[in-house]
């Protein structure tokens, strides 16, 4: 079992940026893992936003391409989302997620609010 502990959210103007952080309660990148951010705005399905592997191969969703950056450090198993240019449409829960990439567990955090005001 992992836990998956979100922090970094909050209220921001448009072109403002915020930083998530994502900490899992223990060591994840010694094995073949994809973590990534995912986001849910009200009366809409959860999204991928960025993902990074084991290997730090990232990927984006077309909508953040430029402004967000996703990273990770491995001493402390946690993985982090810049975003820049914030935008309103931008508005959602942000969740965490670990997927092992041999089982195929995953595991989310509890999310955490981002709004984005015009």
């Known amino acids: 079992q992992v836990q998956l502990v979100e922090s970094g959210g909050g209220l921001v103007q448009a072109g403002g940026s915020l930083r998530l952080s994502c900490a899992a309660s223990r060591s994840i990148f010694r094995i073949n893992v994809i973590m990534g951010w995912y986001r849910q705005a009200p009366g809409k399905s959860r999204d991928l936003v960025a993902t990074i592997t084991s290997g730090s191969k990232t990927n984006y969703a077309d909508s953040v391409k430029g402004r967000f950056t996703i990273s990770r450090d491995v001493a402390k198993n946690t993985v982090y989302l810049q975003m820049n240019s914030l935008k309103p449409e931008d508005t959602a829960v942000y969740y965490c997620?670990?997927?092992?990439?041999?089982?195929?567990?995953?595991?989310w955090g509890q999310g955490t609010q981002v709004t984005v005001s015009s």
């Open positions: 997620n670990l997927r092992a990439v041999v089982s195929d567990e995953q595991y």
